[in-house]
């Protein structure tokens, strides 16, 4: 009896310190994280996981060979961001294909030829995987290749220099399926102030107003990434319809050039438009935007930065104003946890974690943007009633000598 007694004993107190210490330090609770995971899924089902800007034809262009698509076949594992494997782990449903064109090429009608390239490389994509990419030029041809299984595809040109002062040539891009236009890019033009450089307008002059005019008239989606706030406010002024930042962050979180004020988050209510976070490291990291070192020492961003601006817009302008508009392809990294398009999921995840609900999950991945693109047609329809395209020119407006 003393020896069951002992051994019983030498059972029993160990177990109890086990079940001590399960108490004192919790196990993770796997279901409730796949619970997250699951809600996370099921909503980028419901809705299309629509980002506002990849750079997957600019990273075609400069790889080896150049321009390729067919040897750069995203049918297969590419060295990049992208390919349709990916594009379907991350539950994208719509992509804005960036047409990007350096501003070193404005001028002489070189922005403008580099532009009809860039435009041909996405078309090239989209055509190549058909049963896989489908072209959307409305927020109704979006949801029907969603239901049909594909990822909805649309272009979106980033910079104004490529329709080298011209309100016909911004009209022919529209026509061949451009559906957002980024004012500027890194530099300034004759008609409106980059972020990124010296301003020399305060913002937009007479003809960059008439720019942002037109592109209502069309139903084209100005976006006010890459401009400088006085840019950003004037574009404000102007529009008719919503505007986007297709892939900006939080000034206030990160402070870069790159990111949107809060003073201009504050007014997105009015005007209806989005801000698209981006996860470019050094515009969602304030270490990483300080960072001056070789760049095998560069800090990582995270995925927790990236969540604290989507909430910072959300608190400054609303869960109706925050949408999600990675960069991939035009980044050499994402921030950990973010690394590619496969990674989405993941970060409405830990969204979910942090009580956001079924219904701004969707808000977040879709409904936001596809109600910024409704209102925008509904604007162009009622402006092409009541006149016809815009004659007006840069030499008239600005006095700018051609």
């Given amino acids: 009896?003393?020896?069951?007694?002992?051994?019983?004993?030498?059972?029993?107190?160990?177990?109890?310190?086990?079940?001590?210490?399960?108490?004192?330090?919790?196990?993770?609770?796997?279901?409730?994280?796949?619970?997250?995971?699951?809600?996370?899924?099921?909503?980028?089902?419901?809705?299309?996981?629509?980002?506002?800007?990849?750079?997957?034809?600019?990273?075609?262009?400069?790889?080896?060979?150049?321009?390729?698509?067919?040897?750069?076949?995203?049918a297969n594992p590419t060295r990049g961001h992208t390919d349709l494997a990916r594009l379907r782990a991350g539950g994208v449903g719509a992509q804005?294909?960036?047409?990007?064109?350096?501003?070193?090429?404005?001028?002489?009608?070189?922005?403008?030829?580099?532009?009809?390239?860039?435009?041909?490389?996405?078309?090239?994509?989209?055509?190549?995987?058909?049963?896989?990419?489908?072209?959307?030029?409305?927020?109704?041809?979006?949801?029907?290749?969603?239901?049909?299984?594909?990822?909805?595809?649309?272009?979106?040109?980033?910079?104004?220099?490529?329709?080298?002062?011209?309100?016909?040539?911004?009209r022919a891009f529209y026509a061949l399926g451009v559906r957002y236009m980024t004012l500027t890019h890194s530099a300034?033009?004759?008609?409106?102030?980059?972020?990124?450089?010296?301003p020399?307008?305060?913002?937009?002059?007479?003809?960059?107003?008439?720019?942002?005019?037109?592109?209502?008239?069309?139903?084209?989606?100005?976006?006010?990434?890459?401009v400088s706030p006085g840019s950003m406010h004037d574009a404000l002024d102007v529009a008719e319809a919503p505007v986007i930042f297709s892939h900006s962050s939080a000034r206030?979180?990160?402070?870069?050039?790159?990111?949107?004020?809060?003073?201009?988050?504050?007014?997105?209510?009015?005007?209806?438009?989005?801000?698209?976070?981006?996860?470019?490291?050094?515009f969602v990291s304030q270490e990483v935007a300080q960072y001056v070192g070789p760049p095998e020492g560069r800090p990582r961003a995270t995925m927790d930065?990236?969540?604290?601006?989507?909430?910072?817009?959300?608190?400054?302008?609303?869960?109706?104003?925050?949408?999600i508009g990675g960069d991939f392809d035009g980044i050499d990294r994402g921030p950990l946890g973010l690394e590619d398009v496969s990674t989405y999921p993941a970060l409405f995840a830990e969204l979910s974690r942090r009580g956001w609900t079924e219904s701004e999950l969707r808000a977040l991945a879709a409904d936001n943007l596809l109600r910024v693109m409704r209102a925008a047609e509904a604007t162009a329809r009622r402006l092409q009633a009541e006149r016809g395209p815009s004659t007006a020119t840069i030499e008239v407006m600005d006095g700018l000598v051609p």
């Fill in 200 to 226: 020399e307008l305060g913002g937009l002059s007479a003809f960059g107003e008439e720019v942002v005019r037109e592109m209502n008239w069309l139903g084209m989606l100005v976006d006010i990434s890459h």
């Fill in 252 to 282: 206030a979180v990160t402070d870069h050039p790159r990111n949107v004020p809060d003073d201009v988050l504050r007014r997105l209510p009015e005007n209806g438009g989005v801000v698209m976070v981006t996860f470019v490291e050094s």
């Fill in 188 to 198: 300034n033009v004759d008609w409106a102030d980059s972020c990124c450089a010296l």
């Fill in 1 to 74: 009896m003393l020896a069951f007694a002992r051994t019983s004993l030498r059972v029993f107190f160990p177990a109890l310190a086990v079940g001590l210490a399960a108490l004192a330090f919790p196990a993770p609770d796997l279901r409730a994280q796949d619970e997250h995971l699951e809600i996370a899924k099921r909503v980028l089902a419901s809705v299309p996981l629509f980002d506002g800007h990849n750079d997957l034809p600019w990273a075609i262009r400069n790889a080896n060979p150049p321009m390729d698509v067919r040897a750069y076949d995203i």
């Fill in 96 to 170: 804005f294909w960036s047409v990007y064109v350096p501003s070193s090429v404005m001028g002489d009608g070189g922005g403008a030829r580099m532009q009809l390239e860039q435009i041909d490389i996405a078309n090239q994509i989209i055509a190549d995987h058909r049963e896989d990419l489908g072209l959307a030029l409305t927020a109704a041809d979006v949801m029907d290749q969603f239901h049909r299984g594909k990822v909805a595809s649309l272009l979106g040109m980033e910079g104004g220099h490529a329709i080298e002062n011209s309100l016909g040539a911004l």
């Fill in 305 to 323: 930065d990236v969540v604290a601006h989507i909430e910072h817009v959300r608190a400054v302008a609303g869960i109706e104003h925050v949408a």
